[in-house]
């Protein structure tokens, strides 16, 4: 699944490790779903949006075009 965490985290100067933190997961696991190898549970896919204050949507990208 493809998303914005990158240009997200980005934008506010944050590191992995910062977001990582504020998200109570790995630095690893904020990397994976960055490069798109691990999608994200829902849950922590709500918890990504709220904490960077935008919906689901401008996050995640499921590719669907609909």
Known sequence: ????????RGERGWSQ???AEK???SRQSVNAIETG??????????????IFGVP???????????
Not at 58 to 63: K, P, Q, S, Y
């Open 37 to 50: 190898r691990y999608d994200p549970s829902l849950p922590l896919a709500f918890r990504i949006a709220r």
């Open 56 to 66: 689901i949507e401008a996050v995640f990208d499921d590719g669907d075009g609909a």
């Open 17 to 19: 490790a910062v977001l």
């Open 23 to 25: 998200l109570d997961v």
């Open 1 to 8: 699944m493809k998303n914005k965490i990158k240009q997200l």
